[in-house]
């Protein structure tokens, strides 16, 4: 069965600070791959996908991320952090064939130092 | 392009009484839209999918008559929670895909907030 693990819940950084959020799934072929993010009593918006091609996506607001197949990982980063990125951030695998049904990890809380 | 709206963005209602809550596709059509219900702290949980035309997909666990789901334009699906009790109160958000789900994209409305007293 396809399955997303995010295996932090919640991470602290200092602004300026470099960032990275952890994303294992688990999927028969290969996978398309989103991250979303998630500000308190808001929906949730695309930072970035990856359907084929370049292992290295990026994405909005300066975040990036990296599809390892032999590690079935998608790992988020930014370099340097800020505090308006403080939210919730979620992982999510494309279940084929369900007319475009995400199955999403459980979220990394991320906060951000001054 | 591909902004997905709904409304009300916050509600309150008494126990037993039914809330209806409008997901729309503003600037594209939407065969196929998406129901999500967030607990605190915890992820989306897929209720149903919503297909314009006909009837609504659900969830195993989900109860169909107690979350009574509508699309009956391209560009408009409805959540009715039905008897609301206070086990309801929670976010839901309905999402659309771009591409009739090809690729997984979807875009996600603001979500509404259901407070059950």
């Known amino acids: 069965a396809q399955s997303v693990t995010q295996p932090d819940i919640h991470i602290t950084v200092s602004e300026g600070a470099s960032l990275e959020l952890r994303c294992n799934y688990s999927?028969?072929?290969?996978?398309?791959l989103f991250w979303y993010v998630q500000s308190p009593g808001q929906g949730l918006q695309l930072l970035l996908k990856?359907?084929?091609?370049?292992?290295l996506v990026q994405g909005i607001k300066g975040f990036e991320a990296e599809f390892k197949r032999s590690q079935s990982s998608f790992n988020l980063r930014k370099p340097s952090v800020h505090w308006s990125d403080a939210a919730e951030y979620f992982c999510?695998?494309?279940?084929?064939?369900?007319?475009?049904?995400?199955?999403f990890g459980k979220g990394t809380k991320l906060s951000v130092k001054p | 392009g591909a902004v997905v709206s709904q409304h009300p963005s916050r509600v309150i209602c008494k126990s037993g009484t039914s809330v209806k809550i409008e997901c729309r596709s503003l600037d594209f059509q939407a065969t196929t839209m998406f129901w999500y219900r967030q607990f605190p702290k915890k992820s989306l949980m897929l209720m149903a999918t919503s297909n314009e035309g006909s009837k609504a997909t659900y969830e195993q666990g989900v109860e169909k008559d107690k979350f009574l789901i509508n699309h009956a334009s391209l560009t408009l699906s409805t959540l009715t929670v039905t008897s609301a009790h206070p086990e309801d109160s929670s976010f839901y958000i309905c999402?659309?895909?771009?591409?009739?789900?090809?690729?997984?994209?979807?875009?996600f409305g603001e979500g509404s907030r259901l407070t059950v007293l």
């Open positions: 999927y028969g072929a290969t996978p398309y």
């Open positions: 999510a695998v494309y279940r084929r064939g369900s007319q475009g049904n995400l199955i």
């Open positions: 999402s659309a895909s771009l591409d009739r789900g090809v690729t997984g994209e979807l875009f």
């Open positions: 990856y359907f084929s091609g370049d292992t």
